[in-house]
């Protein structure tokens, strides 16, 4: 089971990237998936979540707004589109995925590190002022 995101890069502050996240070895498309992101020095950090069948998304309070997830379970897919990138966004971007296909989750679970079992190793995003 891989999860491989793609995408980042070096970019200007209010410029606009999109991540991507391809999964293999399983389908991932009765499974709650998101991305966090870990800067330099601290601890990874929740970006965004999606419901498994992509009609509930959460969101960090820092990028509401600017970020959308979605999904593209045919493709077993996930997908990050930021825009209005600001420097405090610089990070390593990493998707993951839940365990349990199917399971409902309350709001401030999706969260949290413990609920994903299976992670990507990262994608760099750079954003320059």
């Known amino acids: 089971v891989q999860l491989q995101a793609s995408g980042g890069g070096v970019v200007q502050a209010g410029g606009s990237l999109r991540l991507s996240c391809a999964a293999s070895g399983r389908t991932f498309s009765r499974n709650v998936m998101g991305w966090f992101r870990q800067a330099p020095g601290k601890e990874r950090e929740f970006v965004a979540a999606?419901?498994?069948?992509?009609?509930?998304?959460y969101y960090a309070d820092s990028v509401k707004g600017r970020f959308t997830i979605s999904r593209d379970n045919a493709k077993n897919t996930l997908l990050l589109q930021m825009s209005s990138l600001k420097p405090e966004d610089t990070a390593v971007y990493y998707c993951?995925?839940?365990?349990?296909?199917?399971?409902?989750?309350?709001?401030?679970?999706?969260?949290?590190?413990?609920?994903?079992?299976?992670w990507g190793q990262g994608t760099q995003v750079t954003v320059s002022s």
């Open positions: 993951a995925a839940d365990g349990n296909p199917g399971r409902q989750y309350l709001e401030s679970h999706y969260s949290r590190l413990g609920l994903y079992d299976y």
């Open positions: 999606i419901s498994w069948s992509g009609s509930i998304s």
